[in-house]
């Protein structure tokens, strides 16, 4: 029985990694169709909300179903605790990517304001730190989470330094202010996304040792 | 554990013949707690359970070092009295083991023997011994009929009730639910909630969601030694050995 529950388990966590997969992509490609101002593959990236929800909802249950039947214990429970927590961040990830894209429409007409301001650069940052959280649920290796808390600071400081930036350009013309209003959401947007990796990383922590950290 | 210990064993060993059952175990159990002790069959749980009331020198052939106190009492001192003993230290065994006699007899049997013969003094102990074991509702109207006749979940509770008449501070239970069904195991287990409020229990069994569902304290065995022991949730939450993550995880045993 214990064979097959742990079977289940390692199909869990890879069906854990595709959907955080889809999320990071979701966002990577919304990013991407934003930057070069793509509007079809900006449409690409909405067209996939239903599938990430569908995902999420199958591995929830899935989860409930391996509590139920197997009452798990010590890393077993952790695993799932943890799977739980990912699914909910991956989702984020994916539905902050699809609201980066419904801004490519708007930000099509005319050539980008300061090519983005440092949005580019801040959402290179964002996926590293999304891809070493979910290799780290994927390998236990904790040292590629060790520095995410530093690495959420600069991410922090870009967000501020977007908005400053976006506040002097609407200030410059206010023809600017419709277009910096979405730059300043979108670097929100990616804010967040940082936050859901450190939340992965938490629990990663968590399930690996037992022990609750805090990172942020 | 930093809760005062009603029993303490400091380097315990036991021998069945040339077989070494029991490793070095030091371990501390806290008053007014359950604790359990689990492992896989034959890791020692039971011995070490049965040293709590001395019954393994009904075996031929134990060979018994270390020390076990109970209340910073030597239970192996010459002076220590073994009749006493297992009045303050009760045990509850797998099987229910009811005497072929009536409810009544069954429970006031054991305060006989230690000299109570007044019977309204025996009403009293009998009427509280089975209210405390959760059973006096389902047979006050039956006193004189014979315990047999009690379905096993009530012979259990009977059983508990017996111990609890002579007014014991300790109560071993030998997996004390693995012969009944799911129901009479949930009113042994409300009932082992309720009596750490005037007892120490320590529980031996071999079902690790009912060690995590009725302990404080769990202590896992393995092949004789004691691998750990800690508060029950951080046995089945995190577990500090190996060995333990690996047993209640299901990977042997």
């Not at chain 1, 909300?49 to 929830?60: A, L, N, T």
């Not at chain 1, 009452?71 to 902050?96: E, F």
């Not at chain 1, 996304?193 to 992965?200: E, G, P």
Request: glycine share 4%; aromatic share 6%.
């Amino acid at each position: 029985m214990a064979e097959k529950f742990h079977t289940e388990l390692k199909k869990l966590k890879a069906d854990t990694l595709k959907m955080a997969k889809l999320g990071r992509f979701m966002l990577r490609t919304g990013v991407d169709a934003l930057i070069r101002q793509d509007k079809e593959l900006a449409a690409s990236v909405v067209a996939r909300k239903d599938e990430i929800h569908e995902m999420e909802v199958r591995i929830e249950e899935h989860c409930y179903q391996l509590i139920a039947l197997n009452q798990p214990m010590a890393k077993d429970m952790r695993i799932i605790a943890c799977t739980l927590k990912v699914i909910t961040a991956s989702l984020r990830i994916g539905r902050y990517g699809k609201s980066i894209a419904n801004t490519v429409a708007d930000l099509s007409t005319k050539p980008h304001i300061a090519n983005l301001m440092s949005i580019p650069h801040m959402a290179d940052l964002v996926i590293d730190m999304i891809d070493d959280a979910v290799a780290a649920y994927e390998s236990d290796n904790l040292r590629l989470i060790e520095d995410l808390s530093s690495r959420d600071d600069t991410i922090d400081a870009l967000r501020h330094s977007i908005f400053r930036e976006g506040i002097t350009y609407m200030m410059e013309d206010p023809k600017n202010i419709s277009r910096c209003t979405h730059y300043i959401m979108v670097a929100r947007y990616l804010e967040r996304c940082a936050d859901h990796a450190c939340k992965i990383a938490e629990n990663v922590q968590y399930m690996e040792t037992g022990e609750r950290v805090e990172i942020h | 554990m930093s809760e005062s210990a009603i029993i303490t064993t400091n380097n315990l060993n036991l021998w069945y013949h040339e077989k070494h059952a029991l490793q070095s175990v030091s371990i501390k159990i806290p008053k007014n707690r359950v604790t359990a002790l689990i492992g896989p069959s034959g890791c020692g749980k039971s011995t070490l359970l049965r040293c709590f009331n001395r019954l393994n020198d009904l075996i031929d052939h134990v060979k018994i070092t270390g020390e076990i106190t109970l209340d910073d009492e030597n239970l192996h001192a010459p002076a220590t009295d073994v009749v006493t003993l297992r009045k303050k230290v009760g045990m509850v065994f797998q099987k229910p083991n009811p005497f072929p006699k009536s409810i009544y007899e069954n429970v006031a049997y054991g305060p006989r023997v230690h000299g109570i013969c007044n019977k309204a003094e025996l009403d009293k102990i009998v009427e509280q011994s089975l209210r405390h074991a959760a059973i006096w509702d389902e047979v006050k109207e039956r006193l004189n009929d014979s315990a047999l006749g009690l379905s096993g979940g009530q012979q259990q509770r009977l059983c508990i009730a017996r111990t609890l008449a002579v007014e014991p501070e300790v109560i071993l239970m030998d997996e004390p639910c693995s012969a009944l069904d799911p129901i009479a195991t949930a009113k042994i287990e409300n009932l082992i909630e309720r009596l750490k409020e005037d007892y120490t229990v320590i529980i031996v069994t071999h079902n690790m969601q009912q060690a995590a569902r009725v302990s404080d304290y769990t202590g896992f065995m393995y092949l004789g030694k004691l691998i750990e022991c800690g508060k029950t949730r951080q046995i089945f939450e995190h577990p500090k050995e190996e060995l333990t993550e690996n047993y209640i995880t299901g990977r042997f045993g």
